[in-house]
């Protein structure tokens, strides 16, 4: 088997159908059917079902198309790792950032990258933080932005923090607050993950603990803030979130909150990565290039 046999695998996988997955290949169906009928032989088992759906792989095909990402992926890594023995920065460079960020932040400084060193092929993944540790953990990406406090012990850097506001049409007396509709950002529910940071709520409500003795009148719970922010500018309530989503345009009131300590409520934005991911030239340039736009 080689490197186009994996691919062919692990399209079959992913698209169930071999004419989609011969589209991917750029090559016809028959010829696709022939090489995965040669492989049948050459294993001496069957790799493919085919039904009314369309097209499966046979646990042995499944089996097979595990080892074939397995193996693609090492052979990404061998590539990288070959070029950049020359120091050379060029090759693939593999990024996951929260969507936020991948938003309103990233684009430029990509694109800046890029001209810098215009051989280095951008692959961005946009995930929710605890998706993108997992990314990170297993070697899939080799650079994260995550936003959040997080448990990641090897490289990490603030790129930047962000005050938490309360946002409102007008501005409101703070022992009017209990009486007032609250539109609640609520996180969206993540699978069991290793990486749990401290929930955005917890924040809000140990600073509410602070100050008022009842609960706060929840009125409407989303799981965005650009959302939760429309709520507020259409008059149906306050709401608090991290000041960077509400700008001089929005014609909002806001005020930055602090604890009673006088610690300011903030929301930070990592960069992680892994110390090994460094030997590779693109991610070490990159990991660089992002602490000179961003020094702490």
């Not at 186009?4 to 016809?28: F, G, H, N, P, W």
């Not at 020359?86 to 460079?93: A, D, T, W, Y």
């Not at 001209?115 to 994260?144: F, K, M, N």
């Not at 979130?241 to 409520?265: A, Q, S, W």
Request: hydrophobic share 35%; aromatic share 10%; charged share 25%.
């Amino acid at each position: 088997m080689n490197e186009k046999d994996y691919m062919m695998l692990l399209y079959v996988a992913e698209e169930q159908s071999l004419t989609k997955a011969a589209e991917r290949l750029y090559i016809t169906q028959p010829a696709l059917t022939y090489r995965l009928h040669q492989m049948e032989r050459e294993m001496g088992v069957s790799l493919i079902v085919k039904n009314a759906k369309g097209t499966r792989l046979t646990p042995e095909g499944e089996y097979l198309a595990e080892y074939a990402k397995k193996m693609l992926d090492e052979l990404a890594k061998m590539k990288e790792y070959i070029v950049n023995m020359r120091n050379e920065v060029k090759g693939s460079l593999r990024i996951g950032v929260s969507s936020y960020f991948g938003l309103y932040k990233l684009p430029p400084l990509l694109k800046k990258f890029r001209d810098l060193y215009p051989e280095v092929q951008l692959i961005v993944t946009c995930a929710l933080s605890t998706e993108i540790l997992e990314l990170l953990s297993r070697e899939e990406i080799q650079v994260g932005v995550i936003r959040g406090d997080y448990p990641w012990f090897e490289g990490k850097h603030l790129l930047h923090d962000e005050h938490i506001c309360l946002v409102s049409q007008e501005e409101i007396q703070w022992e009017d607050l209990p009486r007032l509709p609250q539109i609640c950002y609520k996180q969206p529910k993540v699978q069991t993950s290793s990486y749990s940071p401290l929930p955005f709520s917890e924040t809000i409500n140990a600073w509410w603990r602070e100050r008022f003795h009842v609960p706060p009148l929840v009125t409407m719970q989303v799981d965005s803030y650009e959302t939760c922010k429309e709520m507020v500018k259409h008059g149906l309530g306050y709401s608090i979130i991290p000041g960077i989503f509400v700008t001089e345009e929005d014609g909002l009131h806001k005020v930055e909150l602090y604890r009673k300590n006088g610690e300011p409520m903030k929301r930070n934005t990592w960069m992680v990565y892994k110390q090994s991911s460094l030997q590779v030239a693109t991610a070490e340039r990159f990991v660089s290039y992002m602490k000179e736009v961003h020094p702490q």
